[in-house]
């Protein structure tokens, strides 16, 4: 069973910045797309960055030109690089495979974007 570990999150103020990691304990990242996903409290969670095995990136709108994605196979890992950070950034943020889940949720790492 593979398992996503999140971590980065934490409390910053807005128009700050924040590098989320995504590690897996497996090797999946180079044959699979992975994505950024992320719940604001009361609403449903949504995709908001994927990255291909080829490295083609895609955002979704509210996110484009602030956050980036990227991987490392050899680590294993996935990166979100989240800059000019918004209130409504605000969510727990986790990571699995594109364009559907494949994996089980992990605890996902908790960014709180506030003065």
């Known amino acids: 069973q593979v398992q996503l570990v999140e971590s980065g999150g934490g409390l910053v103020q807005p128009g700050g910045s924040l590098r989320l990691s995504c590690a897996a304990s497996?090797?999946?990242?180079?044959?699979?797309?992975m994505g950024w996903y992320r719940q604001a409290p009361g609403k449903q969670r949504e995709l908001v960055a994927s990255?291909?095995?080829?490295?083609?990136?895609t955002y979704t709108d509210s996110v484009k030109g602030r956050f980036t994605i990227s991987r490392d196979n050899a680590k294993n890992t996935v990166y979100l690089q989240m800059s000019s950070l918004k209130p409504e950034d605000t969510a727990t943020y986790y990571c699995?495979?594109?364009?559907?889940?494949?994996?089980?949720w992990g605890q996902g790492t908790q960014v709180t974007v506030s003065s």
């Open positions: 699995n495979t594109v364009p559907h889940p494949s994996y089980g």
């Open positions: 497996a090797s999946i990242f180079s044959i699979y797309a």
């Open positions: 990255i291909t095995s080829g490295i083609r990136t």
